[in-house]
């Protein structure tokens, strides 16, 4: 027996816009599996500054991590982030996208992305590294999802609003599904 994909809704956009904690809230409420960032992960336990390599074996245990989650029966799963921020911090950073993972951005298959828009205090945590480019990049990752037909929806607002659209919207990708 075969089992049915889950639906699959992840969060993109600049730092610092609450991504990690609203995603964990939502895969909580509506009982499902949350990805967290591993990128934070990865680099924070770094004792030096990240690479190009590093940044590929970021993208390859996204990839990894969507594959994994795929098959364990969840009905849905709540992505911190994925592949259209790693390509940008590519382009950003060393401005040279791996093809690979141009080609695996275009056959994932994501439901929803909940794009969280740059309209809330950042916060330093030593990790993060672009205050002042969070619009910039608000648009960056727009234009990625735009050049790959991806479904999105803006998430703008504070605290509990944003909670509230995201819910908003999932629920309209699970009526949908039904």
């Not at 730092?15 to 599996?33: M, N």
Request: charged share 25%; glycine share 6%; hydrophobic share 35%.
């Amino acid at each position: 027996m075969q089992l049915k994909r889950p639906v699959t809704v992840v969060f993109t956009g600049p730092e610092s816009t609450a991504k990690s904690s609203i995603s964990k809230q939502l895969s909580d409420i509506y009982g499902g599996q949350w990805v967290p960032e591993y990128a934070r992960e990865y680099v924070e336990g770094l004792n030096r500054p990240y690479t190009y390599q590093d940044v590929e074996k970021i993208a390859i245990h996204q990839k990894d991590s969507y594959e994994r989650v795929l098959g364990l029966g969840q009905s849905l799963v709540v992505f911190d982030t994925f592949l259209i921020i790693t390509k940008v911090w590519f382009a950003e950073v060393y401005n040279s996208v791996p093809e690979w993972l141009e080609e695996l951005i275009g056959s994932v298959s994501i439901d929803l992305h909940l794009l969280c828009y740059p309209d809330i205090e950042w916060i330093d945590d030593g990790i993060r590294e672009n205050e002042s480019k969070r619009l910039y990049l608000f648009e960056r990752y727009r234009s990625e999802l735009e050049n790959y037909n991806f479904v999105y929806e803006v998430i703008k607002g504070n605290g509990e609003s944003r909670i509230e659209q995201a819910k908003y919207h999932i629920n309209q990708l699970l009526n949908s599904k039904q």
